[in-house]
């Protein structure tokens, strides 16, 4: 088992910056692959940012050059430093881990950008 603790969201204007911070827990082997989604109501939840099991940066083609992924392995933790905040960033980020791809999830953080 994992668990994963969000934190870091708010209520920010357009073009300003954010950083989410998930803090993981439990079975190693199983954050060998973590990231973040978001999810806006009445539609999939879709792939943000995320880090590899080989370590590998992957990010949405909406959010390159705006966010940042990266992992403290001592803590555990994978923050996303989200710049250039646009209207469209609003929805719930859920931070995501599992052994391959996403299969522990977090409980969301509300991320608001008003224009």
């Known amino acids: 088992q994992v668990q994963l603790v969000e934190s870091g969201g708010g209520l920010v204007q357009a073009g300003g910056s954010l950083r989410l911070s998930c803090a993981a827990s439990?079975?190693?082997?199983?954050?060998?692959?973590m990231g973040w989604y978001r999810q806006v109501p009445g539609k999939p939840r879709e792939a943000v940012a995320a880090?590899?099991?080989?370590?590998?940066?992957i990010y949405a083609d909406s959010v390159k050059g705006r966010f940042i992924i990266s992992r403290d392995g001592a803590k555990n933790t994978v923050p996303l430093q989200m710049n250039s905040l646009k209207p469209e960033d609003t929805g719930v980020y859920y931070c995501?881990?599992?052994?391959?791809?996403?299969?522990?999830w977090g409980q969301g953080t509300q991320v608001t950008v008003s224009s």
């Open positions: 995501a881990a599992g052994p391959v791809t996403a299969f522990y």
């Open positions: 439990g079975w190693i082997f199983g954050t060998n692959f």
């Open positions: 880090i590899d099991r080989d370590g590998s940066l």
